[in-house]
């Protein structure tokens, strides 16, 4: 598998909610968020566990540990839409930052952040709610491989036909999990339908 829509009622009823234009910043955040967590469930599915000695207050029993550190890496801006939902539920994750913003008129992304902790042995939950041209994922994707990741999952909301089919051939070691695949790009290379500006509408800054 590389590609994964995740097909699950909540998420569709909360897609709904963030493709509509009447929602309002702090709606789109919750919404955002709480289809990360959701999706987290999916593409965190197959994580091998440890099994570990504990105690409850009536006996000694055996439980499960992640076997593997996860590092969750957000796209800025809009992956930190995605992290505090992914962040609870595996609050011993540690978290690196990619910073991409894409050229408005050659939609090339431009980088001007990386901070990461060591992702050599670690799953890596790269975030990003859109993957339009897919060249914003791609970057990070490069990042990642070399900083030494080799399990890399994207998850994402939003995708275009296109986007997904040159991310699959152009980062060949990642998992993609997203919500939607939608019908296309336009010429600003925004995808239809889409959400429009995922990082404007999460920090209200259009
Ligand atoms: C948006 C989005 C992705 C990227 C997707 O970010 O959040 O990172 O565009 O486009 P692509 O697949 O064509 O690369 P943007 O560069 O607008 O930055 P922002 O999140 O800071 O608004
Ligand atoms: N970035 C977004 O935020 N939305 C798109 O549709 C494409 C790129």
Not at 31 to 48: F, V
């Amino acid at each position: 598998m590389q590609t994964k829509v995740i097909h699950h009622p909540l998420i569709k009823s909360k897609l709904g909610i963030v493709r509509s234009k009447e929602t309002d910043s702090k709606l789109f955040r919750e919404s955002i968020n709480e289809i990360a967590g959701l999706m987290c469930y999916e593409a965190t599915k197959d994580l091998k566990t440890d099994i570990i000695n504990i105690e409850t207050p009536l006996a000694k029993t055996e439980a499960e540990t992640l076997a593997t550190d996860i590092v969750i890496v957000p796209i800025l801006r809009a992956g930190l839409g995605m992290t505090d939902a992914i962040h609870m539920l595996i609050p011993h994750a540690k978290v690196g930052h990619i910073g991409l913003y894409r050229d408005e008129t050659t939609f090339i992304p431009a980088k001007y952040y990386t901070k990461l902790p060591d992702v050599k042995n670690a799953t890596v939950l790269l975030l990003d709610p859109m993957l339009a041209t897919g060249g914003s994922v791609k970057a990070s994707y490069d990042i990642l491989v070399e900083a030494g990741a080799k399990d890399i999952r994207f998850i994402g909301i939003v995708g275009s036909p296109e986007g997904v089919k040159k991310t699959e051939t152009s980062c060949p070691k990642m998992s993609i999990y997203l919500a939607a695949i939608d019908e296309k790009l336009n010429d600003n290379k925004y995808i239809v339908p889409g959400l429009g500006d995922a990082g404007d509408r999460l920090f209200g800054t259009k």
